[in-house]
């Protein structure tokens, strides 16, 4: 039961011959088997599973099924669930429990899923191993002896759907944290138009990029997510009225007789990335014009800059939203001898160094003598990259490109901070624009791990994103079924 699709375990749910508590329990016992080694979850709620599976096996029998009833999910720890601890994988809200009840997990709620727990990511969602979580980083599924990341930051739910300890989860996408970890456990990852899903109650990173999106192991189960998730939401300013409604299977855009101009990023051909990387990125796009896809080289002048421009933005973002944990309303506390000392005791004690440093670099592009050269520097290059894609999206309809340089790296790699972030390069400029991107895998390297490429669109196009995506999948054809991952 593991090994199923959403979209195949929906049929088997309707037609009775399996029951939301069957496939619940099956994948409870998973997370009771795998959970150890995997890491995937911060906190498991087998109970409220269980209690959801009841309450779809009886829609089941009433006829009054929902979108997603009966399917067992994974929520990121950074979705504020009501009644249920949410983290951000940090000591500062390790023992936060929420009084209310994010939006996206709102909507999952009511599309009858099954909330098996609250996954793994790193701290606030600022990384890219997922190694700086509080509670240790999550572990790919993917030769699993070999001890790899599994991505970040949303690295526990791709390690809980590519190891089967969940059938779909939530994913944030702030500079890559969706699809960087679904390339790397061959998986899809969608990051959404931004503004497409509501960011109210989702523990906040940098507000202008955060994205809220699907991780699932097929295009169309990707789809399936997001058309729960989106949707406009009076809760959040930003929330844009265009909805996604995708409840069937998504059509071909390509084939019979259908053209399209896929565009390559001129500028990214320069970039050095791993031979398994140019290969299977050669090849997906052979497959592409093997069925009437005319490919294009458009360019994005700036695109190289968007590391630098994000690396100002987004902590400058973050420093301003973590201020709000002083240890006066909720989170950690450090007593100290008077209020200075104790924000100063709590914060040190609460954050991990990653999301200090980042306060640190975010507080200084922030002041005066530095707010011209660095901030709006930044935004002026965002600005650029922005009307890139606009220019490039007159000459083709979508983007493809790589979504990482190479295949998932051991746990213990001794990267250093710029390295790790320079791992962004391929993701950044994306959430910049704010357009929608679809990781998809694209095959598996020669060391048999897989990697992925990204579909791009203009805002607005996740539904196009979304088709040339499975037209890539298909040609892909790599097996992600979880026993098979595993060998067990
Ligand atoms: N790796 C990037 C960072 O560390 C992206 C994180 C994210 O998208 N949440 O900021």
Redesign the pocket.
């Known amino acids: 039961m593991i090994d199923l699709t959403i979209h195949a375990a929906l049929e088997k749910l309707k037609s009775g011959e399996i029951s939301a508590t069957e496939l619940t329990r099956a994948h409870l016992d998973r997370i009771e088997k795998l959970g150890g080694d995997l890491n995937a979850y911060i906190t498991t709620t087998p109970e409220r599973a269980l209690a959801d599976a009841a309450a779809a096996d009886a829609r089941y029998k009433n006829g009054t099924a929902r979108a997603l009833d009966g399917i067992p999910i994974g929520m990121k720890d950074l979705f504020a669930t009501r009644g249920i601890r949410t983290t951000a994988a940090s000591h500062m809200l390790e023992n936060f429990v929420p009084e209310y009840e994010s939006t996206v997990s709102q909507k999952f709620i009511d599309s009858g899923s099954v909330l098996l727990g609250k996954t793994n990511l790193?701290e606030f969602?600022?990384?890219?191993f997922s190694k700086t979580s509080y509670f240790g980083a999550p572990v790919n599924p993917w030769q699993l002896e070999r001890k790899l990341t599994a991505g970040?930051?949303s690295g526990g739910s791709t390690s809980a759907v590519a190891g089967g300890l969940a059938m779909g989860a939530t994913g944030?996408?702030?500079?890559?944290?969706i699809r960087f970890p679904s390339a790397i456990t061959g998986l899809v990852g969608m990051k959404p138009t931004y503004g497409l899903c509501s960011r109210w109650g989702c523990v906040a990173?940098a507000s202008s990029l955060d994205t809220p999106g699907p991780i699932a192991r097929t295009v169309d189960d990707a789809a399936l997510l997001l058309s729960v998730m989106a949707g406009h939401d009076p809760k959040d300013s930003t929330s844009e009225s265009a909805g996604f409604n995708e409840h069937t299977p998504l059509e071909s855009i390509l084939g019979d007789g259908k053209k399209l101009r896929v565009g390559v990023i001129r500028e990214l051909n320069d970039v050095e990335i791993s031979s398994d990387m140019k290969k299977l990125f050669d090849a997906r796009i052979a497959d592409l014009k093997s069925i009437g896809a005319e490919i294009v080289e458009v360019s994005i002048p700036n695109i190289l800059d968007a590391l630098a421009a994000y690396y100002i933005i987004?902590p400058a973002e973050a420093s301003s939203n973590l201020a709000r944990y002083d240890g006066m309303r909720y989170g950690l506390r450090v007593e100290g001898n008077d209020l200075l000392d104790t924000y100063k005791k709590t914060r040190a004690a609460g954050f991990g160094t990653e999301v200090q440093r980042r306060m640190i670099v975010g507080t200084a592009v922030l002041s005066s003598e530095s707010y011209e050269v660095y901030f709006m520097q930044a935004a002026r290059v965002r600005r650029m990259i922005a009307d890139s894609f606009n220019a490039a999206f007159e000459q083709c309809g979508l983007i493809i490109c790589p979504t990482s340089s190479g295949t998932a790296m051991p746990l213990d790699s001794d990267l250093s901070p710029l390295e790790?972030?320079a791992l962004?390069l391929f993701t950044v400029a994306m959430n910049l624009a704010g357009v929608p991107a679809c990781s998809v895998p694209a095959g598996l390297a020669v060391n048999g791990l897989p990697l992925g490429v990204q579909v791009v669109g203009k805002r607005f196009d996740d539904l196009r994103v979304l088709q040339l995506a499975k037209h890539i999948e298909q040609f892909a054809g790599v097996d992600n079924r979880p026993t098979k991952i595993m060998g067990k």
């Open positions: 790193d969602a600022m990384g890219t970040g930051s944030t996408d702030t500079g890559g944290s990173f987004a790790y972030y962004d």
